[in-house]
């Protein structure tokens, strides 16, 4: 994981610890907020 | 360090149809007024040796009424900043839209106006063209984005301010610096031309010293131009006032409560209704408009900043960070999300005509301040500004924040109306009334 956030922040010329630190806790939030958005979108129709 | 803004220009309204309006005259003045106060203020980032305008611009529906643009909608010719190091060297190859059609219909744009770094941010405290102040206390911020387009307004640099809107980049500093500040149905004014924040997100706004030139720019913008004469208020008699019973009222400052409550008085005094409304899943409306706003900034300053985010602001440079830690399935249901959420929002117009929030929770903050303390609770400066303006943003819909008063320190208080998508001239011809019903209780 440490590999693969230091790629995306290295695409934008960023790198060290702090804004490593700053990546992963943004992506803890967002999997929280994700899993609270997955109530609120409507299925499209199933055949089940 | 505080004062009330010394704006000694007449108003527009009153001279734009009397013999005795001279824009060249009132041009030179703007000018003057920018030479005395920018240094100090910071509305401007590039002022124009002379306004560009069309030489026939006397014929025109707008007269020579002049313009700040916030300086991230390109005018061929001049240097687009966004607010940032990064482009301070470039010069813009096209016009936006927009600052096109002002042109073409007679307006005369004097600058670009300051802002917070690419829109990205609620202060306009910035750190490469200089912290955009308050007009009435210069320890205090403008507001942003469109901070500088606000200040312009406040003290007399221009007669209307152009600016974008993401989350309450028009309303929130038009609140803190007493002055109008409307945000139309989405997609109702062109975003061509305009340096984006958020592609779902971004609106074309409007800021001026009362709504009756509001109403006058936009009509004309969106090509169904009103006449002076034409531009009425609508009757408050028996309107229906939404007041949220839920999010927009649980924490504000005192000052704030205080002048909504007498603000919803003096429209219930002149005939107005009103009614208690739920909006459902607000405040997850507001978290899935952050997800969409956030992804969509850090895929676009990817691609910008070509490897250079470390020349950035910091807080912008975090808020993009935090962007890049959206995963895909997020944003993609964020946006499958807001479907629903319209759709809920769209409800309480069944039971009334508008909505009616304080715009902001809190007048303006101090420049060092990042949190406030409400009721004993601390939040920060940004979720203070923005938590009852985000959220018509993923609706779509229009919204207006109107000055309602003052705080005992002389700050200003802004109430917030929003409308139903698509019904902007009936929500501005709603604002025109109660403006002329604020004004007269005051």
């Known amino acids: ?48 | 360090m505080m004062s009330s803004p010394s704006n000694h220009m007449p108003p527009l309204r009153r001279l734009f149809s009397s013999r005795n309006y001279n824009p060249e005259e009132r041009w030179r003045k703007q000018y003057r007024v920018i030479e005395e106060k920018n240094d100090v203020f910071r509305a401007y980032i590039t002022v124009f040796p002379k306004p560009v305008v069309e030489s026939s611009f006397r014929k025109k529906i707008l007269r020579g009424i002049s313009f700040g643009v916030k300086d991230v909608f390109h005018i061929k010719g001049y240097p687009t900043t966004a607010g940032s190091k990064l482009l301070s060297n470039m010069v813009s190859s096209r016009t936006a839209a927009v600052v096109s059609r002002i042109i073409e219909t007679g307006g005369a744009v004097n600058g670009k106006t300051n802002l917070h770094e690419f829109a990205f941010g609620v202060s306009n405290i910035n750190p490469f063209y200089g912290a955009c102040l308050n007009p009435f206390d210069t320890s205090r911020v403008s507001g942003g984005s469109s901070g500088g387009s606000a200040v312009a307004v406040a003290l007399g640099m221009c007669d209307v301010g152009l600016g974008t809107d993401t989350a309450g980049s028009v309303r929130v500093p038009a609140a803190f610096c007493g002055v109008v500040g409307f945000k139309p149905t989405s997609g109702h004014l062109s975003t061509d031309g305009v340096i984006p924040l958020s592609w779902s997100m971004d609106h074309v706004g409007i800021l001026s010293r009362s709504v009756w030139e509001t109403i006058l720019v936009y009509s004309v913008l969106v090509g169904k131009p009103l006449k002076p004469a034409e531009i009425r208020p609508l009757s408050l008699e028996r309107l229906r006032i939404g007041v949220p019973s839920n999010y927009f009222l649980d924490l504000l400052d005192r000052h704030v409560e205080e002048a909504f409550e007498k603000g919803l008085k003096t429209l219930e005094q002149k005939g107005a209704v009103l009614e208690e409304v739920v909006v459902e899943n607000v405040e997850k409306a507001a978290r899935c408009r952050s997800v969409i706003a956030f992804a969509e900034a850090a895929a676009y300053h990817l691609r910008l900043s070509r490897g250079r985010l470390s020349e950035y602001g910091q807080d912008v440079r975090d808020r993009i960070v935090r962007g890049l830690a959206i995963p895909a399935a997020a944003y993609l249901n964020a946006l499958r999300a807001r479907k629903k959420l319209v759709r809920e929002f769209e409800k309480i117009f069944t039971k009334i005509d508008v909505l009616a929030t304080p715009t902001t929770l809190i007048p303006a903050h101090r420049v060092d301040e990042e949190n406030v303390e409400i009721e004993g609770r601390l939040i920060s400066v940004r979720e203070a500004s923005l938590k009852n303006t985000e959220p018509f943003n993923l609706y779509g819909a229009p919204a207006i924040s109107i000055p309602a008063g003052n705080t005992p320190q002389g700050l200003p208080i802004g109430i917030q109306l929003v409308g139903p998508r698509g019904e902007d001239m009936k929500l501005l011809r709603i604002a025109l009334a109660v403006e002329k019903a604020f004004t007269a209780s005051s």
């Not at chain 1, 610890?17 to 299925?43: M, W």
Request: hydrophobic letters at 45%; a negative charge.
């Open chain 1, 1 to 48: 994981m440490l590999e693969r956030e230091a790629k995306i922040l290295s695409l934008a010329g960023l790198s060290g610890e702090d804004v490593n630190q700053l990546f992963r806790q943004a992506l803890d939030k967002n999997l929280e907020i994700l899993a609270e958005l997955l109530e609120l979108v409507e299925d499209d129709e199933q055949p089940f």
